[in-house]
């Protein structure tokens, strides 16, 4: 499986993105499939997934009813919709896929600038 990332760029502060994650090569077995990101001197943190079996979603509290993951099954895509956001979102954005038997894949990221 192939992950990449667009839609990063420089926003301000209040303003809205979506990112996509455009999956390439044997998707069948997905069975999470995530955003994750990470600040300068941070560590990578989740700020979205979703289960392709019953489609339930979880979101960290700092991003919770800001930030909304979705996907397109037909293009084998996935989005994060973010709005509302805040300086403290900059960081870059990673996509992430596990597989049944918790392989996971990473996609290459995208920089997401929130100016105050």
């Known amino acids: 499986v192939q992950l990449v990332e667009s839609g990063g760029g420089l926003v301000q502060a209040g303003g809205s993105l979506r990112l996509s994650c455009a999956a390439s090569?044997?998707?069948?077995?997905?069975?999470?499939m995530a955003w994750y990101r990470q600040a300068p001197g941070k560590q990578r943190e989740l700020v979205a997934s979703?289960?392709?079996?019953?489609?339930?979603?979880k979101y960290p509290d700092p991003v919770k009813g800001r930030f909304t993951i979705s996907r397109d099954n037909a293009k084998k895509t996935w989005y994060l919709e973010m709005n509302s956001l805040k300086p403290e979102d900059t960081a870059v954005y990673y996509c992430?896929?596990?597989?049944?038997?918790?392989?996971?894949?990473w996609g290459k990221g995208t920089l997401v600038t929130v100016s105050s």
């Open positions: 979703l289960t392709t079996g019953g489609g339930s979603t």
């Open positions: 992430n896929a596990v597989e049944v038997g918790d392989m996971d894949y």
């Open positions: 090569g044997s998707t069948f077995s997905i069975r999470i």
